[in-house]
């Protein structure tokens, strides 16, 4: 089973700046997740998609952020215009409902695309 | 507001020994616990979780133990390896209504050094 797919791997921009990442999920997961992983700490759930809807984005700054999931499949990540508090790694992770332990959700993530801003 | 925290920011273990990481909480809603392993340059992978009606999960070289009274959780690994050098986070979720969601609230994460 192919894993999730992110990209780019690396972006460096400066301030005020637009950036976009991409991600893929595992084929057939419904449930997408947007994380932003901060140096030295844990990652911070941005948005969370059930298919193409939105679950929960309380914690996306929108006034600078954005995400879209058309389609149900694939999905992009939005900042615009970039602070440097915005360096960190954007994780992208899906999930499928049931595995293991019922009601338990397992998250496969990505491999994450690094964002520096000058 | 830190719901969940690993205290320890470091872990420095002998090859063979036992290796102890340590996590707390402070959200009572939280009803499912996750461990990650992470490599640099790598997304996080899932290592082992325990649900809040156990106390104990085993799955090969690794034992979560959780004390719900303490809102405390342990990592055990028992044999530590060097391949086990990674940073491991903690991360906890709360059911709603019988429908569980995959938010997960991740600890500030625990580098463990294995050394050979």
């Known amino acids: 089973e192919a894993g999730v797919a992110q990209s780019p791997r690396y972006k460096i921009i400066e301030k005020r700046q637009s950036v976009a990442f991409w991600c893929n999920p595992i084929?057939?997961?419904?449930?997408l997740y947007w994380y932003q992983q901060i140096l030295g700490q844990g990652p911070k759930l941005l948005i969370q998609?059930?298919?193409?809807?939105?679950?929960?984005d309380s914690q996306l700054p929108k006034d600078r952020f954005s995400a879209e999931r058309l389609k149900g499949v694939d999905s992009t990540l939005k900042i615009q215009p970039a602070k440097l508090e915005d360096s960190a790694v954007y994780l992208c992770?899906?999930?499928?409902?049931?595995?293991?332990?019922?009601?338990?959700?397992?998250?496969?993530f990505g491999a994450g695309s690094r964002l520096t801003v000058l | 507001d830190q719901q969940v925290k690993q205290n320890s920011p470091s872990l420095s273990v002998q090859e063979g020994r036992i290796s102890i990481l340590n996590c707390d909480y402070t959200?009572?809603?939280?009803?499912?616990f996750l461990w990650y392993k992470k490599y640099p340059a790598e997304g996080p992978t899932f290592l082992i979780s325990?649900?809040?009606?156990?106390d104990k999960n085993e799955d090969g070289r690794f034992t979560v133990f959780l004390n719900k009274s303490a809102k405390h959780l342990s990592l055990h690994i028992v044999p530590s390896q060097p391949g086990d050098s990674a940073v491991y986070f903690c991360?906890?979720?709360?059911?709603?209504?019988?429908?569980?969601?995959?938010?997960?609230?991740f600890g500030q994460g625990t580098i463990l050094t294995v050394h050979p």
């Open positions: 992770a899906s999930n499928q409902r049931g595995h293991g332990i019922p009601g338990a959700n397992v998250l496969t």
């Open positions: 084929s057939g997961h419904a449930t």
């Open positions: 998609f059930q298919n193409n809807g939105v679950v929960d």
């Open positions: 959200n009572s809603m939280f009803d499912y």
């Open positions: 325990i649900s809040s009606i156990k």
């Open positions: 991360a906890a979720s709360a059911s709603a209504g019988g429908t569980s969601y995959g938010k997960l609230t």
